[in-house]
């Protein structure tokens, strides 16, 4: 099982998300993508403890996108780009998931 680490694309699906995750047999924890304030040091150790870091671009600012790219390699976590990533995108990145032999690389590793 998978923790999984979603930058940005939060809303009020919120719900569906960890019902999907759940019943994968994984856990998931979100992250606005906003780096004011804390932002940034929640966003490092969003990365640390996840196993597979979701960014969404559409919703995202470069420098949040740019900061969690730089982040995941540093870690060599997996990384997944997504423009954006609806209830039934996120579906279907799990199904990716529990399938052997997906086509998963670690980033830089």
């Known amino acids: 099982s998978m923790h999984i680490g979603l930058v940005g694309g939060l ?33 490092e150790s969003l990365v640390e403890r996840a196993d597979l870091v ?17 982040l995941a ?8 780009l997504l423009a954006r990533c609806g209830v039934s995108k996120f579906g279907s990145v ?5 399938t052997p032999g997906a086509a998963w690389k670690r980033v830089g590793g």
């Not at 994984?26 to 992250?31: A, F, V």
């Open 54 to 70: 979701i960014v969404v671009t559409a919703v995202n600012s470069h420098g949040a996108v740019w900061r969690a790219r730089k």
């Open 11 to 43: 809303d009020r699906s919120e719900a569906q998300y960890r019902q999907l995750a759940e019943r994968a047999g994984h856990t998931i924890e979100w992250h606005t993508g906003a780096l004011a304030g804390r932002g940034a040091g929640t966003l």
């Open 94 to 98: 799990l199904d990716e998931l529990s």
């Open 73 to 80: 390699k540093l870690r060599h976590k997996r990384l997944l």
